[in-house]
């Protein structure tokens, strides 16, 4: 067993081609990890609370990290430098696929913002009273979508920052959610380990399950849509065929 961190480790996320492994933790550190041999490949100093989050741009140029503190740093994966920091006071985010917009969510003064990341300014902020876990953009880069904490879900044009609606499908907290691959559809995990799966156009619930006995917050798709993922406080990852929603594979941790 090797040292990593001084304390717990709250975030993970694997590199584009998967050599490395970014770690995230509360002793302020971000940390990657060469996937073959196990060896540190470099630290990131930044912050200046716990790290909790931790995710890399689909494109892979970029890694954008969260802290205690509310802020968010953005860094160039490739040679592992800080950018110019843009961006703060956000606690989620979600990188467009293209890798070139960044929207952000503010616990702090209930705002959204979205930046240009080519251009490194932002593009627009939007007051809002919405109280959000999770976001995601669509893979065309329209849209992005909010679930909060009352179970509702908001969608806003990514472009300008227009809220297109707000509707509720389940009473509890949305912990996790995402567009399918082709954004017809939005999937959810509550709170109480429901997973839905919404209409994105309709708003309607096509699908409703309880996947979980204990609270649910992590759910993907993987880039080819055919599964999605889910992973919760119950100690169970389950991944289901996205178009029937079944169980395909169960893991337990002990």
Known sequence: VLPLHQVNVKGLAFSNDGKLLATA???RTVKSI????????????GHFAGVHEIVYSPDGTKLATAAADFSVNLWDANNVAKEN???????????????????????????INAWDLNQKQKIWSAKTEIR????????????????ERDGF?????????????????????????????????????QEDGFFQVIDSEKETVLYSNKLH???????????????????????????LDANTFQEKFVFNSS
Do not use: C, M
């Not at 843009?86 to 503010?106: E, H, M, P, Q, R």
């Not at 959000?132 to 679930?147: K, L």
């Not at 297109?164 to 995402?178: E, G, L, N, V």
């Not at 006995?213 to 991944?239: E, Q």
């Open 34 to 45: 060469d996937g073959q041999t196990g060896e540190i490949v470099n630290e990131l100093r």
């Open 85 to 111: 920091s843009l961006i703060s006071k956000n606690n989620i985010f979600a990188f467009s696929n293209d890798a070139k917009t960044f929207v952000g969510w503010n616990n702090g003064n209930l705002e």
């Open 213 to 239: 006995s204990n609270i649910a917050k992590t759910l993907a798709v993987s880039p080819n849509g055919k599964f999605i993922a889910t992973g919760s406080n119950d100690k169970a990852l389950k991944i």
């Open 132 to 147: 959000s876990f999770s976001n995601d953009i669509s893979i065309d880069g329209r849209f992005v979508v909010f679930g």
């Open 25 to 27: 933790s509360w002793d």
């Open 153 to 189: 879900v908001s969608l806003f044009h990514t472009a300008d920052g227009r809220q297109i609606s707000r509707f509720q499908t389940h009473p509890q907290s949305i912990y996790a959610i995402k567009f399918s691959v082709d954004g017809s559809k939005i999937f959810t995990l």
